[in-house]
């Protein structure tokens, strides 16, 4: 009887280790959801560690065109999430008393993506910079020919854009002389046909 207790008792001790083994092997392989539920600056610091790790590969297999654009666009997503979640865990580490890993000079390589102007923070990554619709954010605009100042446009400004010496060589002179008699003449043949056309029609009132 004593033997089967023994036996009962060992099975129990098993399981209750293995249970235990399970749930430390949980603990290392899932992090927290919230950063603030971590009270230990070096637990935090090795899930930053962990992050980096997650993103280095994603980083790595989204150089993969093949995969093709679902696919970038998840694997791109992902990676700016993890981003994201790593930038809760600095901070945290912050409060608890650890390094600012934000302030540091140096950059980790493999979190340098490409930033278009205007979006907030997401980043592009490997092949996902190439798909319809991302290309174009990082095509630069073609140049158009430089503005010039206002200073600029008024030292281009002579007399002569105001008419100011049109006069000075007498062409406009001969032109306007010539068009006044050719408009004089006609004034006056108009007025000898008027003078004409009242004539005739005082005759034929009196006959």
């Known amino acids: 009887m004593a033997r089967n207790q023994e036996k009962a008792q060992a099975m129990l001790n098993r399981w ?44 790595t297999e989204i150089q993969n065109a093949a995969l093709g654009e679902y696919r970038l666009r998840e694997l791109n997503d992902e990676i700016n999430k993890l981003i994201r979640e790593k930038g ?8 608890l008393g650890g390094p600012n890993y934000t302030l540091q000079a140096k950059k980790d390589a493999t979190l340098d993506g490409f930033e278009p102007q205007g979006s907030r923070g997401y980043k592009y990554f490997g092949a996902a910079r ?20 206002r200073y600029e446009l008024y030292k281009g400004v002579t007399p002569d854009y105001y008419g100011y010496r049109d006069d000075d060589d007498g062409v406009l002179v001969r032109f306007e002389e010539k068009a006044e008699r050719a408009e004089r003449a006609k004034i006056i043949k108009t007025w000898h046909e008027a003078q004409e056309k009242k004539k005739e029609n005082s005759n034929s009132v009196s006959t």
């Open 16 to 59: 209750t280790r293995l249970k235990e083994d399970q749930e430390k092997d949980a603990n290392k392989r899932w992090r927290p959801y919230l950063a603030s539920e971590c009270s230990s600056t070096a637990d935090a610091q090795r899930w930053r560690l962990d992050i980096i790790k997650e993103v280095s590969k994603k980083v």
């Open 88 to 95: 809760h865990w600095e901070r945290r580490i912050v409060e």
């Open 130 to 149: 190439q798909l319809p619709g991302v290309r174009e954010l990082f095509e630069k605009p073609t140049a158009g020919p430089a503005k010039r100042t």
